[in-house]
């Protein structure tokens, strides 16, 4: 009998891969307590150059995105997380963080956090699976001159 209940995998990576952009050419490292789930879900996708945390080298800046799903967690444990995983990301590289739904003030430490580590914030999304920002590297983002 199969269940009528989608794997967590399933219900979070669509959403992941639209706030990202990825394309299947890319290089893509998956970090959280369901990397494993979730690279193989990107695998099964056609994302045949995804890794997990687990598996992923050496830092190099060899990544094009990092997706971290962080759901039941705390966010003052993602940032070790965000410190090591940023020496994967190439200069041009979004980030996705997928977190449990959260009050406003806990999306304003997550911002926060990511912009002390040169992340510029892109977009977000609410979700019945919790909420999700994606960024990008500031030095990605060209300073725009006034007129």
Known sequence: ???LQ????????EPMIALAGCS?????????SK??????????RGYLRAAATGNCGRPAAQYDAALVDWRRRTL???EP??????????????LVVWVDAQKAVANQSLRASLERRGFVVEQGIVHQCGCALSARRSQAHPLRLAA
């Open 1 to 3: 009998m199969t269940s």
């Open 6 to 13: 989608l794997p967590a995998a399933d219900r979070i990576i």
């Open 24 to 32: 299947t050419q890319q290089r893509i490292v998956v970090a959280g």
């Open 35 to 44: 990397s494993i789930e979730l690279m193989f879900e990107l695998h099964r």
């Open 76 to 78: 003052h444990a993602l």
């Open 81 to 94: 997380t965000l410190d090591w995983l940023t020496n994967f990301l190439s200069a041009r590289a979004v």
